[in-house]
């Protein structure tokens, strides 16, 4: 399925590198979800767009700079992550007001040194 | 208490019989509840809405019991393919609306 897509899949980054996280999403859907999966923990939000314009910033670190260009694309800028920030980083898409019918891309396992 | 509580499990499963599990809920005012499914190493995908009375889409129903504050989900003549996490969601209300909150999941392995 491409509906939603994620790049990179996998990504290794030291402490003081800078990266960023591509999300794209080829379903028409005006809102998209960054969350974070730990293991044996619930997805965290992490932060919300809707029609391009943040609407959650779940006491989120500064180290995670999020960006929405246009409905279809968001991005994580992540900079000087802490080891305990190693996750999945998913990212979702939904129409505005059908917050429950998510639809998920496959992840970036991220994993800081 | 957690907003959002599942028994992690692992429920073990013979092939063909049935499972039921629960997730419960903290917010009294919440409305819309939802499962989802993930596969080992993949993205969740939406299983079923939650409604008030109840779902059924095949084998699986989901029900709501709002006094205990609770959803469940049951499987009936279980798959090997149905060996997957679940994850109960809920959505806000108020100024939390159009956000879910997750639970850890409840992890079901179906054996032969």
């Known amino acids: 399925e491409t509906g939603v897509t994620q790049t990179p899949r996998h990504l290794v980054m030291g402490m003081t590198n800078k990266k960023s996280l591509k999300c794209e999403q080829h379903l028409g859907h005006n809102a998209m979800y960054w969350y974070k999966q730990s293991a044996k923990k619930p997805l965290e939000l992490m932060f919300v767009y809707n029609f391009k314009e943040q609407t959650e910033n779940n006491s989120v670190p500064s180290r995670f700079s999020p960006e929405c260009p246009n409905s279809s694309h968001l991005f994580l800028h992540l900079h000087t992550l802490q080891p305990e920030d190693s996750a999945l980083y998913l990212c979702a898409s939904s129409v505005k007001g059908l917050a429950g019918q998510q639809f998920f891309g496959p992840g970036t396992r991220l994993t800081v040194l | ?112």
């Open chain 2, 1 to 112: 208490r957690k907003e959002v509580e599942q028994d992690p499990g692992p429920f073990n499963v013979p092939e063909g019989a049935t499972v039921a599990f629960n997730c419960t809920y903290s917010n009294s005012a919440s409305q819309s509840f939802f499962w989802y499914r993930q596969d080992c190493r993949k993205e969740p995908k939406l299983l079923m809405s939650v409604y008030s009375s109840g779902n059924e889409d095949g084998r699986f129903t989901a029900q709501l019991n709002r006094a205990s504050q609770y959803i469940s989900l049951l499987i009936r003549d279980s798959k090997l393919s149905d060996s997957a996490t679940y994850l109960c969601a809920v959505e806000g209300v108020g100024d939390s609306w159009g956000k879910l909150q997750f639970g850890a999941g409840t992890q079901v392995v179906v054996t032969p």
